[in-house]
């Protein structure tokens, strides 16, 4: 068993409410190829995505599966979006599925979502502005075998799932394939990982296809090759660390499916193994 400090770690309510879709006064959104699109985007109760589906070939722009909460208190929002890891406890609190439990599975930077897993008939239930509590806790979570490595952003319990081992100072965990740090692109330069998210630009084809990226799904667990997460989003040789996909792909220059960090160290401390088994879609008490 690895050792943590999950015994000392705070569990601590937030919450939100299923954030409407928006839009800029113009509805269309321009590719990366120049090509002007009117598509769904982000917001609202996603029905037909669902974790564990292919992040590519959605006619849509950063599409966030299952149902995205947002607070409106900025600041609150703020602490919602920090505090609030993937495999938290969510349930509702209002509406017609008061009393519906499902997970978080990501934080989306930028619109400044959580995005949360429910039950497909759960789903049927829901209406914006369902109001959704969020048992976080996870923040804080540290590995005192390998103090180099900094963990952020997920549930204890669902970290301890994952298959991680530690050997000989250097922790091993399984991820579905590599992403080289030449293709994060937007979130880079961030001031903190401890919320948000980046992508993987896609709109080289083929170096996507030549690194096995065409074939992510939400919730698939990564590793970012010479990228250092631990006070913000940047490049540094030898760096490593581990994230989850929690949006789709998207049109626009830059940007493709969205990241979050789950682990993250300077130094060469942490070693993925490939297997397409890795998503947290198979550690977590999913539903269909």
Known sequence: MIKTNKERLIK???????????????????????????VPATGGITYNVRLGDAAFGWVGDHI???VSIKNDNAQENVALNTLACIGNEAKVVSG???GAKGFVTGMHGG???????????????????????????GQGLSLPEVPEVMVMNIDPELFLKLGIEIRKNKI??????????YLMGSGIGSSTSFNGDYDIMTADEAAVKSNGLDKLRF??????????NTYGRGYL?????????????????GHGPGITTIMTCK??????????????????????
């Open 96 to 98: 017609d599925a008061k």
């Open 64 to 66: 966030e599966p299952g």
């Open 172 to 181: 091993k965990i399984p991820v579905v394939a590599e992403v080289p740090p």
């Open 237 to 253: 040789k030898g760096a490593v660390s581990i994230g989850v996909v929690i949006h789709s792909d998207c049109i626009k220059m």
């Open 267 to 288: 130094e060469s401390l942490i070693e993925g193994i490939i297997s397409e088994k890795a998503n947290i879609k198979n550690f977590l008490p999913i539903e269909e």
């Open 219 to 228: 919730g698939d667990l990564v590793l970012l090759r010479d990228c250092d």
């Open 111 to 137: 619109i400044d979502h959580v995005l949360v897993y429910f039950k497909q008939e759960d789903l049927e239930k829901m209406a914006v502005d369902d109001k959704i509590l969020i048992k976080a806790h």
């Open 12 to 38: 601590q309510s937030v919450q939100g409410k299923i954030h409407h879709p928006t839009s800029a006064p113009s509805p269309y959104r321009i590719s990366h190829k120049g090509e002007p699109f009117v």
